[in-house]
């Protein structure tokens, strides 16, 4: 069965500080792969997407992911985090042909000043 | 270009009641996925409409239901309501539902008391 697997539950990481959030998905093809982020109370934003092609995409706020096909991961990255980062990231897979994501159990991210 | 309205916002229903959540898609999409949100279990795919029709539904008993009106505007029902299923429903709109990306309502808290 398809999952997503975000082995991080938390991490703090300071202000300025690199940040990589991990993500590895099951999946016997290759899957649309997105990052979002949800903010308290909030609905989910659309970070990045990754559906074929150039395997490193960039999103918005300075966000980028590498897709590795060889490690079925798809790592978040951002080279100097921001304190409006903290939020909670979520990984997800959507499944053609079945119409759905299917979402990672997410990373909340804790940034100190 | 409004983004996808849910309503209500919060509700705090009592165990037993039926409660019927609304969700307004963004204009032109067709295709309208709800998720259920919680702490313990994450985002938990509800089900999918697309031109008023299923089709998908996650794992989720018969109690749970739902609709989508020729105006793309969609209705989820819980019947027979349990405080387990006191969450965050969030739904999502996209073109197509295939390959497309998800545009995230801010959800609906609820609350079964």
């Known amino acids: 069965a398809q999952s997503v697997t975000q082995p991080d539950i938390h991490i703090t990481v300071s202000e300025g500080a690199s940040l990589e959030l991990r993500c590895n998905y099951s999946?016997?093809?290759?899957?649309?792969l997105f990052w979002y982020v949800q903010s308290p109370g909030q609905g989910l934003q659309l970070l990045l997407k990754y559906f074929s092609g150039d395997t490193l995409v960039q999103g918005i706020k300075g966000f980028e992911a590498e897709f590795k096909r060889s490690q079925s991961s798809f790592n978040l990255r951002k080279p100097s985090v921001h304190w409006s980062d903290a939020a909670e990231y979520f990984c997800?897979?959507?499944?053609?042909?079945?119409?759905?994501?299917?979402f990672g159990t997410g990373t909340r991210l804790k940034v100190l000043a | 270009k409004a983004g996808v309205t849910q309503t209500p916002r919060y509700l705090i229903k009592t165990r037993g009641q039926q409660v019927t959540l609304s969700c307004s898609p963004i204009s032109g999409h067709r295709s309208v996925s709800w998720y259920q949100q919680t702490p313990g279990q994450g985002l938990q795919f509800l089900f999918e409409y697309f031109s008023e029709t299923q089709r998908n539904k996650g794992n989720f008993p018969g109690r749970f239901s739902g609709r989508q009106f020729s105006n793309s505007r969609s209705e989820m029902n819980v019947s027979t309501l349990e405080l387990g299923d006191s969450a965050l429903y969030l739904c999502?709109?996209?073109?197509?539902?295939?390959?497309?990306?998800?545009?995230f309502g801010q959800g609906t808290r609820l609350t079964v008391v």
């Open positions: 997800a897979v959507l499944t053609s042909g079945t119409y759905k994501y299917i």
């Open positions: 999946y016997g093809a290759t899957p649309y």
């Open positions: 999502a709109s996209s073109p197509q539902g295939v390959g497309d990306e998800a545009f």
